[in-house]
């Protein structure tokens, strides 16, 4: 019996014009689609979460330019296999050969020595590189080699990207399109998927074994008792990384000391790299704690830098300190709404008028036009606090910032409202 292709593979799109989602980097007048049909791209990093096309989207420019392609796994590969891809490139080279592409996925998984045995092929022009990461290149890649690369950020499928892929791999694929399959519902498909197109591939193509066989419409109800039937056939390893960093940072947000440390536990057991959980705890301590504790980012910070330094396993119990804090820690996430309110109003209201006795005023013209003019200092006053305008006109009066209902932000609310004497709605 012929094993058949997985769909997700079978399904993987062969142009430019057949890839979903990513519109604002590959979509018609985008940059890098500018860049190919340019025949000018450069070496570059692709960041996004799994499942939204960085590998997909590195072998169709490689086949859009036709150049030779070369892939390889950080988990995998070392620096032994990336000499051998460089060797083979300079030997193309030689013969004036295309330059190759070198993909190299999860390249956050790279060490530091690894990624410098990359640095002179991408300097000389050698290869193209190509890399895929799920984490921040700012943390992950040397500075050295990212600044070498632009950087392009893969965003999260959306649920029409991720509808449109189900319906085309129903209409589209050689062996699910003669079967007639009907999806009523979809939201058990997206749901289980996570928005990673891969995964939901894998489930659709097991959720459509079970409606041929039972030739039973797909419902939400069917998808749930079929798939966790089956859980073990589409879960991999790697996938279930993201439920459980799920499952740790709403355990801390919740203040649940006990269930936090253990699924540090079980991202330790597993494996996960320590600086990946400390730089979520940093992010955690602003979003979910913020004012209401300001010591918590601190020792977030202190955390971060302390599992650089100490290394494992050591580290295990820094972590495990600071997870225990952080969850035991008052909440509030009012620094987080307040930094979105602002950047929406931002986004609504375009470049408003900066006052003009905010404005600096480094030359003789701009003193001229009043530039700084009647601004108060308030160190001068009693108190070091004055009562002036800071926001623009059109906004004056509009709050951005609401205190959370906590001990230490009562305390600012209360200071606020001494301050402000009812402006904001303090």
């Not at 979903?20 to 979509?27: A, E, L, M």
């Not at 987080?336 to 931002?346: F, G, R, S």
Request: charge should be neutral.
């Amino acid at each position: 019996m012929t094993t058949r292709i997985p769909l997700a593979e079978r399904m993987r799109p062969k142009s430019i014009e057949d890839y979903v989602g990513q519109k604002h980097i590959i979509g018609e007048g985008a940059v890098l689609r500018n860049a190919i049909e340019q025949q000018v791209v450069p070496s570059m990093i692709f960041w996004g979460p799994p499942g939204v096309g960085k590998t997909t989207l590195a072998l169709l420019v490689a086949k859009a330019l036709t150049r030779p392609f070369y892939s390889l796994s950080a988990i995998q590969s070392g620096v032994k296999e990336v000499r051998e891809v460089i060797e083979k490139a300079e030997q193309l080279k030689q013969f004036n050969q295309e330059q190759p592409i070198l993909f190299i996925d999860e390249i956050h998984r790279f060490s530091k020595s690894q990624q410098d045995s990359l640095l002179g092929a991408v300097e000389r022009g050698t290869v193209t590189l190509i890399g895929a990461t799920t984490e921040n290149p700012s943390f992950e890649v040397i500075s050295a080699l990212l600044s070498r690369c632009q950087v392009y950020v893969l965003e999260e499928l959306t649920k029409e990207d991720l509808v449109h892929i189900v319906d085309k791999a129903l209409a589209e694929d050689e062996y699910l399109k003669a079967e007639h399959i009907k999806i009523e519902e979809y939201e058990a498909l997206l749901q289980l998927s996570g928005g990673d197109a891969r995964k939901l591939l894998n489930i659709l193509e097991l959720v459509s074994q079970a409606a041929i066989h039972s030739q039973q419409a797909v419902t939400n109800q069917f998808v749930a008792r079929h798939v966790q039937q089956n859980r073990i056939r589409y879960d991999k390893s790697g996938e279930q990384h993201y439920d459980i960093i799920s499952a740790f940072i709403k355990s801390i947000r919740g203040s649940d000391p006990n269930a936090a440390v253990y699924w540090l536990a079980r991202m330790i057991e597993g494996g996960e790299d320590p600086k990946f959980i400390a730089r979520r705890l940093l992010i955690l301590a602003s979003e979910d704690i913020g004012n209401a504790n300001p010591n918590a980012l601190l020792l977030a910070n202190n955390c971060f830098q302390a599992v650089n330094v100490i290394g494992w396993p050591e580290s295990r119990i820094i972590l495990s300190q600071t997870v225990t804090y952080l969850a035991s820690s008052a909440k509030s996430n009012a620094a987080y709404e307040a930094i979105n309110k602002a950047q929406a109003m931002v986004k609504q209201t375009g470049n408003l008028s900066i006052p003009l006795h905010l404005r600096n005023a480094p030359t003789k013209l701009m003193k001229e036009l009043d530039y700084g003019t009647d601004y108060k200092y308030a160190h001068a006053f009693s108190g070091n606090f004055v009562d002036q305008e800071y926001m623009p006109d059109q906004l004056r009066g509009v709050k951005l910032y609401e205190p959370g209902k906590n001990a230490a932000e009562e305390k600012m609310r209360q200071s606020l409202k001494e301050r402000w004497k009812g402006k904001y709605g303090y």
